[in-house]
Structure formats: structure tokens, C-alpha cells
């Protein structure tokens, strides 16, 4: 296990007492993948994150940092175990009186690195960012894309095993989002670099995420493998983020009239589902007849989930034997309730 | 022989006596000034609730030090510390003598100036750099005092300038100055000729150092 936290919780003293930030979460991410954690602001989870360098201390609990548990280590050698791990934030916090090159030599030298190796590795990672021909401009001259890219290029020139990304597309424009996304894609696949992000907007998940966790008032509320989440939401809050990127709900008045006639059902595809004609079938083996509500088809990094909710107009003897059929050929069935 | 050329054989060896003692004064307790008032300033913010080194007795000691030094007037300071300044330069006149109360009053505005120039810098910096495992020496000299150094100069022409402004008043225990000439020749003796004289070159002075300043930080300012 690359990162582990382990029952972490983390109180703060406020004006009003003492409010718990975070409350016993734990986190195994394995070397490798990228894991995300979403949730509203203030939900806990730029403390969780923050807990992982231990820029903030947890008040409970323990942070293991490849097996290495860093929250007894004193300060020099939790130094060297920061080395290892790199961060990136929403604000890109670069220093602005520095031109780019020396954004991203200047922590090396100070990290003891000699002339040439500074030299090497600032003009490596400048060129995996593709900033390149912008090594002299001033962080001023740079849109967000570009900044954040710069700091992504400081973090991968400690060569780190770990990057921490603390919101680090939601201060840009969908596509800049997309952009710096497919970078991080790629210094995962080819540095093999763990990535543990933090973010609000469900998108970044789905493009990227081998592993979520859903936190809402300092608890993990859901957490899952990607496809299993997005195909089997438990928590509203879950569901709530789901339907941020594709309307995934019916209104309750509209489900009861359509109750009258037959059953309304949410279909989940995943994987070898998704290719086959399964309505089509089903309308010629049972006497029903399949209405299509809505229907979307979600990419995740690791496969495609797609969703269709339909209305299967019939008798309820032959609509059961049907959605029986369908979940027998691995299509995920849940019925939608209307008003009671 | 032409009027202005009486007065510049009859003043320029006083005036140009005190435009020397003046720079000697500001030089000199500049200097030490700001080797206590920039780690002051360095200490009032590292010391300060949230920060890296957070000491709430040392950030109110310090606080309350600069506080009390600052309601001091000059002209008060400088016979109110005289038994101190005996002890340290074994003088309380001349240039030596008052060099001591121009540091004693500039340093803690040196301190404050820096105080606020280094609040500027922003936090999410500072963060990054610990994130990275770096010394928090080095990330006070090259994150804060860096990102800073645009207000830092700024903050230290400010100073320069009340530093002349407060030398006028060394006259008092005889370290001369272009304040003082203004004062003994152009005051007392009614040599109006002086008081424009002296009170046009500190124009000068006080223009010329303020553009310098201004222009060094817009140079150094980058955003």
C-alpha cells in the first residue's frame, strides 16, 4: 500500500467549541492508482488530504506513507518522507517573482540537488508539461492551465511516488479541466505515480479515478471501485454528485403516473452488457413493450457504464419475467418509486 | 562678485559639512537599524498564532516592545535613553551619540514595515515549500523574503525618509546635519538664504531616494 490512513480524525477549536473536521476515515491507496475523494465544501476532505504530508496534524489516528508510518517521525526525517511526495493546490502557489524555470529549479537546489542535476530534471519536466518554450516568462504571463502545469512539473521534478492534487482543476474552465486531467492520466501510466486527489466536481472523477470516496461532515459516507459507484450508488450524496453529470432522475409525480401502465426501471450496462441488444430481445420474447425514458453512456477511466431508465409497458407477470431476464444477462435493475 | 557666489563661499563648507554629517547619520544608523528591524519583522511573523513557529509570549513580547518604542517621540527618545547610549558608544554627542536613538526609533518601523510586507506573501507558498520538505530557513529566504522584497524595499525608502526627517533633531546633542544648520543659522539667526538652501537640498534628497525605491521595486515586482 502506497498511502494509508488509518482512522483519522482531525479536531479544530473554534469560536463555537470544538468541531471534528474530519472523523475516523480510512484510505488504502494501492501504488499506482489514482484515488478520489469528492464531497461539498467543507465536507473534510481538503483536511484529509492535507493530513496525508501532515501539513495538518491529525488529532487521531495514523498516516502510513509506503509502509512507513510518517505521524511519529521527528521533523528531518518527515522532510525526507515529503521528498516523496508531491502537491499540487488550486491557487498553484508558485512563486511569482521566479520565471517558470527557476519556479521548478529553485525548490531542487534548495533540496540539495547539484547544478547539473537541476538543470536536467527542470528541462525533463518542462518539456512532459509541455511548457518548454515558456521557461523564461513569469508566472503572470501564464493562463491557469499553464500555471497549474508549472506547479505539476515543480511536484514530478522531485521525482515523488505520491501526488497530492488539492483541487487542482477547479479554479479552470472545462476544458483547461480536460486538459490538465490527461496530463495527470499520463504521469500516472508512465511514471507510475500514486495519485490521491480531492475535488468537487464529478467529472474529474469519472475521467480519472480508479477508487472513490464519497465524505459529507468528515465522514467517508460511500466509497468503491469507480464502475461499482457510478453503477451502484448507495448514499443520496452519491447520488446527488451522479446526477450532477447526467440527469439520472425522474420526478416522483411523473414515476406514479407512469406506475398506471407498467413498471419504471433504471438499467445500469457495464462492460460486455453494453454491447448487446437486450431490449430489443426482451420485447420479442415477453409480451412488453420497453419505453425509453432517458439514457446516457458515462466513460470512466476503467470501462463504460451506461444507463438507461425505461418504462416497460405490460402485465406485470410478463414485466417481471423480463426484468428477470435482463438482470440474469447482467444488466443492473433498479425500480424507481413514485409518490407514495 | 555676484550674490550667489558670496553665499555659496560664505555657506557651501557648513552646508556641504552637513549634507555629509546627514549621510553619515542616515547611512550608518540605517544599516544597523536594519539588521534588528528585518529579523524583528521576521520574528513578529513567524512567531504570530498559525504560523510555522507560533509563540504566543514571544510575538506579545515583541509586539509590545515595538508598541512602546514607536509612542516615543524622537526628540523625547533621544535624552530619554542618554544613560543608555553612554553605555553602548561611551558618548551621548556628535554623530557617535545619536546614531543609537536613530536605530532604537528606526528599527521598530523597520520591523513593522517588514511585518506587513511579508503578510503579502502568500500563504499558499510558504505551504507549498513545507509540502516539498524544505527548511523553514530556506523558505524564509527564498519564498517570504523574496516574494517580499518589492514592499521590503518600499517599506525600507519609508524609512529612509522619516530617518532624515529625525536626524534634523540631532542638532540637539551637536551631531550637526542639514536639519540643524537649517535650524541654528536659518531659524535663530535669521539667514532665510540658508533655511531655503538646506530645506531644497533635503527636497531633493528625500525626491531622489523615494524614486530610486520606487523604481527598484517595480523592477523587482513581477506580477
Not at chain 2, 147 to 164: D, K, Q
Request: glycine content about 8%; some cysteine; charged content about 20%.
Amino acid at each position: 500500500m502506497m498511502i494509508v490512513l488509518e482512522n483519522i480524525s482531525k479536531e479544530f477549536n473554534s469560536k463555537n467549541g470544538k468541531v471534528k473536521a474530519v472523523n475516523n476515515v480510512n484510505i488504502h491507496v494501492k501504488e499506482g492508482e489514482i484515488h478520489g475523494v469528492i464531497g461539498y465544501s467543507g465536507a473534510g476532505k481538503s483536511t484529509l488530504i492535507r493530513c496525508v504530508n501532515l501539513l495538518e496534524r491529525p488529532t487521531e489516528g495514523k498516516v502510513y506513507i509506503n509502509g512507513v508510518e510518517t505521524t511519529s517521525l521527528p521533523l528531518p526525517k518527515l522532510r525526507e518522507a515529503r521528498n516523496k511526495i508531491g502537491m499540487i493546490f488550486q491557487g498553484f502557489n508558485l512563486l511569482k517573482t521566479a520565471t517558470v524555470y527557476d519556479n521548478i529549479a529553485i525548490p531542487l537546489k534548495l533540496l540539495g540537488y547539484n547544478k547539473a542535476e537541476v538543470q536536467n530534471r527542470a528541462e525533463k519536466y518542462l518539456e512532459i508539461v509541455g511548457l518548454t518554450d515558456k521557461h523564461k516568462n513569469y508566472p503572470s504571463q501564464l493562463s491557469g492551465g499553464q500555471k497549474q502545469r508549472v506547479a505539476i512539473a515543480r511536484a514530478l521534478a522531485q521525482e515523488p511516488e505520491i501526488l497530492l492534487s488539492d483541487e487542482a482543476t477547479s479554479a479552470l474552465d472545462p476544458e483547461t479541466t480536460d486538459s490538465i486531467l490527461d496530463l495527470l492520466l499520463k504521469i500516472n501510466r508512465e511514471l507510475g505515480i500514486t495519485i490521491l486527489l480531492i475535488t468537487h466536481e464529478m467529472n474529474v472523477i469519472q475521467k480519472i479515478c480508479d477508487h472513490v470516496y464519497v465524505m459529507e461532515n468528515g465522514h467517508v459516507v460511500e466509497q468503491n471501485n469507480a464502475i461499482q459507484l457510478f453503477t451502484k450508488p448507495t448514499h443520496p450524496t452519491t447520488k446527488k454528485f451522479l446526477n450532477t453529470i447526467s440527469q439520472r432522475n425522474l420526478s416522483p409525480r411523473l414515476i406514479s403516473q407512469l406506475h398506471v401502465t407498467g413498471a419504471v426501471t433504471r438499467l445500469t450496462f457495464v462492460g460486455e452488457s453494453t454491447g448487446q441488444p437486450l431490449l430489443a430481445e426482451v420485447s420479442q420474447k415477453f409480451n412488453v413493450k420497453p419505453n425509453i425514458l432517458t439514457a446516457n453512456i458515462i466513460e470512466l477511466k476503467n470501462g463504460i457504464v451506461g444507463n438507461i431508465v425505461i418504462h416497460l409497458i405490460g402485465e406485470k407477470d410478463q414485466v417481471n419475467a423480463a426484468l428477470q431476464f435482463l438482470e440474469e444477462n447482467g444488466v443492473g435493475i433498479e425500480n424507481l418509486e413514485g409518490q407514495s | 562678485m555676484s550674490r550667489l557666489e558670496q553665499f555659496t563661499d560664505q555657506w557651501l563648507p557648513i552646508i556641504g559639512k552637513s549634507v555629509i554629517e546627514t549621510f553619515q547619520m542616515v547611512g550608518i544608523s540605517l544599516f544597523f537599524a536594519v539588521l534588528i528591524g528585518i529579523p524583528l519583522g521576521i520574528l513578529i511573523v513567524l512567531t504570530r498564532p498559525g504560523q510555522s513557529l507560533q509563540n504566543k509570549f514571544l510575538y506579545q513580547l515583541s509586539n509590545l516592545v515595538i508598541n512602546i518604542v514607536r509612542s516615543i517621540p524622537f526628540i523625547i527618545l533621544l535624552f530619554f535613553i542618554l544613560p543608555f547610549t553612554k553605555s553602548i558608544v561611551g558618548t551621548t554627542i556628535g554623530v557617535k551619540g545619536v546614531i543609537v536613538p536613530l536605530v532604537i526609533y528606526t528599527a521598530p518601523y523597520i520591523a513593522r514595515l517588514m511585518e506587513s510586507a511579508l503578510l503579502e506573501v502568500e500563504n499558499g507558498v510558504v505551504e507549498a515549500y513545507t509540502a516539498m520538505g524544505i527548511k523553514t530557513r530556506s523558505i524564509i529566504w527564498h519564498v517570504m523574503l523574496r516574494e517580499a522584497r518589492a514592499s521590503i524595499i518600499l517599506g525600507l525608502t519609508i524609512s529612509t525618509v522619516s530617518l532624515i526627517g529625525a536626524t534634523a533633531m540631532a542638532g540637539m546633542v551637536g551631531a550637526g546635519g542639514l536639519g540643524d544648520v537649517a535650524y541654528r543659522f536659518g531659524h535663530l539667526r535669521y539667514e532665510v538664504d540658508v533655511m531655503y538652501a538646506t530645506v531644497f537640498i533635503l527636497i531633493i534628497l528625500v525626491q531622489s531616494i523615494q524614486s530610486i525605491g520606487n523604481r527598484l521595486a517595480a523592477r523587482l515586482k513581477k506580477d
